[in-house]
């Protein structure tokens, strides 16, 4: 069983920065792509980052140049740093990981880490 955990959301002012981190659990034989999506209320989940294995990335067009995604495949961690935050990030957010298993290759969802911009 895969499981993905979330670290980091919280409540920060406009313009400040968190750093969420997800860390994934289980039986795997490798991970590919990992993502951050987020999920604001009365909002569909939108992609906002994601990156290969081998660290290639891509971003939504609202969160580039503020918003950093990497991760440390020995630590099977995707990390997403967020700097310049604004009230419109406001959101659940949610890490998503394409694992290579004895199931097959599966997507596998994280909990949700909520993030809060105050204005």
């Known amino acids: 069983q895969v499981q993905l955990v979330e670290f980091g959301g919280g409540l920060v002012r406009t313009g400040g920065s968190l750093r969420l981190s997800c860390a994934a659990s289980g039986i795997m034989f490798r991970i590919n792509d990992m993502g951050w999506y987020r999920q604001a209320p009365g909002n569909e989940r939108e992609l906002v980052a994601v990156i290969t294995r081998g660290g290639s990335s891509n971003y939504a067009d609202s969160v580039k140049g503020r918003f950093t995604i990497s991760r440390d495949n020995a630590k099977n961690t995707v990390y997403l740093q967020m700097n310049s935050l604004k009230p419109e990030d406001t959101a659940d957010y949610y890490c998503?990981?394409?694992?290579?298993?004895?199931?097959?290759?599966?997507?596998?969802w994280g909990q949700g880490t909520q993030v809060t911009v105050s204005s």
């Open positions: 998503k990981a394409m694992v290579w298993s004895a199931s097959g290759v599966n997507s596998y």
